[in-house]
Nanobody
Framework: QVQLQESGPGLVKPSQTLSLTCTVSGASIRTETYFWNWLRQPPGKGLEWMGV???????WYSPSLKNRLSISRDTSKNQFALQLSSVTPEDTAVYYCARSPLLSTTATSEEYDYWGQGTQVTVSS
């Protein structure tokens, strides 16, 4: 059974960097046939794909976030992480990590076979 779990602070101040970690169990993030994604859903809005890291460690980012977003991994802990810099209240959302069998830049839920439960992040002073 594959499980993903997000962790990190629920409250971040504007201009600071949001750091979240996704811990994976039941599968290795080094597996080259899968991709490890970050997505988010602002309140009242649809799901937004943010970026992805592959089993080999290559990363791709949404054009709207590429200047602020970094996705990395720690293979010794079977974790991958998100860092979003210069956050504003518009970054308030539920943040998800999810696995996809194929590389995708969409937020179509059917493309992801396993999801974390999501973590609420509020950007506020």
């Amino acid at each position: 059974q594959v499980q993903l779990q997000e962790s990190g602070p629920g409250l971040v101040k504007p201009s600071q960097t949001l750091s979240l970690t996704c811990t994976v169990s039941g599968a290795s993030i080094r597996t080259e046939t899968y991709f490890w994604n970050w997505l988010r859903q602002p309140p009242g809005k649809g799901l937004e794909w943010m970026g992805v890291i592959s089993g080999s460690g290559s990363a791709w980012y949404s054009p709207s976030l590429k200047n602020r977003l970094s996705i990395s991994r720690d293979t010794s802990k079977n974790q991958f992480a998100l860092q979003l810099s210069s956050v504003t209240p518009e970054d308030t959302a539920v943040y998800y990590c999810a696995r996809s069998p194929l590389l995708s830049t969409t937020a179509t839920s059917e493309e992801y076979d396993y999801w974390g439960q999501g973590t609420q992040v509020t950007v506020s002073s």
